[in-house]
């Protein structure tokens, strides 16, 4: 049974650091992905790794977050630098049952439950 759970969430200034992270069980060389959704917003795929640990990130955190993931311990994380108020959101970890990924929260069939980060200016 495939199980995701969120974690590091929380609160930080404007221009720091939060580092989440994603404890994945029952998945073995997966896409994986961060999503995030802020209220009465969609639902982004900011984040996106294959199993190759090959990454793409949507352009509104591209050279500010970075996603990895450690094979061995079956962890994802994502490492968020100069962190603005517009990251204000709840932040999803997300697996597909494929290796390779397509970037779209339609892709996915697996989701955690949400870990809540927020921003002040």
């Known amino acids: 049974q495939v199980q995701l759970v969120e974690s590091g969430g929380g609160s930080a200034q404007a221009g720091g650091s939060l580092r989440l992270s994603c404890a994945a069980s029952g998945l073995t060389d997966n896409c994986m992905a961060w999503f995030r959704q802020a209220p009465e917003k969609e639902r982004e795929g900011i984040a996106f790794?294959?199993?190759?640990?090959?990454?793409a990130y949507a352009e509104s955190v591209k050279g500010r977050f970075t996603i990895s993931r450690d094979n061995a311990q079956n962890t994802l994380y994502l490492q968020m630098n100069n962190l603005k108020p517009e990251d204000t959101a709840t932040y999803y970890c997300?697996?597909?049952?494929?290796?390779?990924?397509?970037?779209?929260?339609?892709?996915?069939?697996?989701w955690g439950k949400g870990t809540l980060v927020t921003i002040s200016s």
């Open positions: 790794i294959d199993r190759d640990s090959n990454s």
């Open positions: 997300a697996a597909r049952r494929f290796p390779y990924c397509r970037y779209d929260a339609a892709s996915m069939d697996y």
